[in-house]
């Protein structure tokens, strides 16, 4: 299992994220954490897991400001 910190990338981690998910072997799980400035944001990783056919295992609220996603590669 892997964890990726994309805090730094505010708004912009979308492509950050997807690049990451194709360094994962098939069935490894990565822990990504992302900074919540707008709720959006959350919806933002989830679309582009599903749109990529990843697994999203779990989503929830690190803190205050900071989410975090657990995924599986699928393919």
């Known amino acids: 299992m892997r964890r990726y910190d994309l805090r730094h990338l505010a708004n912009?981690?979308?492509k950050r994220l997807s690049e990451l998910c194709d360094e994962l072997s098939q069935g490894e799980v990565a822990i990504f954490?992302?900074?919540?400035r707008d709720f959006n944001n959350v919806q933002k990783a989830i679309d582009c897991?599903?749109?990529?056919?990843?697994?999203l295992l779990?989503?929830?609220r690190f803190n205050e400001v900071d989410w975090s996603?657990?995924?599986?590669?699928?393919?």
């Open 33 to 36: 954490l992302f900074e919540v």
């Open 69 to 75: 996603i657990v995924v599986r590669r699928a393919k």
């Open 58 to 60: 779990n989503s929830l």
């Open 12 to 14: 912009d981690f979308e």
């Open 49 to 55: 897991v599903l749109n990529r056919g990843d697994e």
